[in-house]
């Protein structure tokens, strides 16, 4: 079965200054997906940035982006200058290939990130 | 475009009660999935349906079902509640079969089972 760790239960940022939340995953197949979202105090979750497993290069969306290191397993996001908006739990899944041809999604326990003046 | 929209936002039951809660996907995706997310458990998948059929389940008991319309929305019903199932119950929709992009979930419906 496929799963997913992330170790950091929080993170404490300030203003304008780069973070990286880490993500180290496990699975047996080849091919995979990565992704991050974001949940604000409303719970919506909100999509961030996919990675393939196939993918050449590490994904970018905007401040976010995706240091993927396959040999090692992990699929860290790295968020520039942050902002007060990032304030918000982040987690990491992974695309879980089911037998009828969907798929679900596998996620970890998150990260807390606080951001400060 | 609309997003995934759920109804209602906040509930409150008593232990015992049945429950039903709503998803309207995003207009033309056709999957639905629901996912439960508690401070223990993390999210958890619960299911997922497609053109009104269940086409996975995730492991949870009988009580947890669902249906899906030939509109594509959902409804997932909970019987006999038990503490346990307070929890934020969120809905996702994506365009359907081996999907390779992103689940676009809804704000959730917030149980409370007391």
């Known amino acids: 079965a496929q799963k997913i760790t992330q170790t950091q239960p929080g993170m404490f940022v300030q203003e304008k200054e780069a973070v990286t939340l880490d993500c180290t995953y496990d699975?047996?197949?080849?091919?995979?997906?990565l992704f991050w979202y974001k949940q604000p105090s409303s719970g919506e979750m909100i999509f961030l940035i996919y990675?393939?497993?196939?993918?050449?290069q590490n994904a970018t969306e905007g401040r976010y982006s995706l240091n993927f290191q396959k040999a090692r397993k992990s699929a860290n996001l790295v968020i520039s200058a942050s902002q007060l908006g990032d304030s918000a739990m982040y987690f990491c899944a992974m695309r879980e290939a089911l037998n009828t041809g969907f798929q679900k999604l596998v996620f970890g326990t998150g990260t807390r990130l606080l951001v400060s003046p | 475009k609309a997003g995934v929209t759920q109804t209602p936002r906040y509930l409150i039951k008593t232990r015992g009660q049945q429950v039903t809660l709503s998803c309207s996907p995003i207009?033309?995706?056709?999957?639905v999935s629901w996912y439960q997310q508690t401070p223990g458990q993390g999210l958890q998948f619960l299911f997922e349906y497609f053109s009104e059929t269940q086409r996975n389940k995730g492991n949870f008991p009988g009580r947890f079902s669902g249906r899906q319309f030939s509109n594509s929305r959902s409804e997932m019903n909970v019987s006999t509640l038990e503490l346990g199932d307070s929890a934020l119950y969120l809905c996702a929709s994506s365009p359907g079969l081996l999907n390779t992009g992103e689940l676009f979930f809804g704000e959730g419906s917030r149980l409370t089972v007391l």
């Open positions: 990675q393939g497993s196939y993918d050449q």
């Open positions: 207009s033309g995706h056709r999957s």
């Open positions: 699975t047996s197949d080849p091919s995979y997906g």
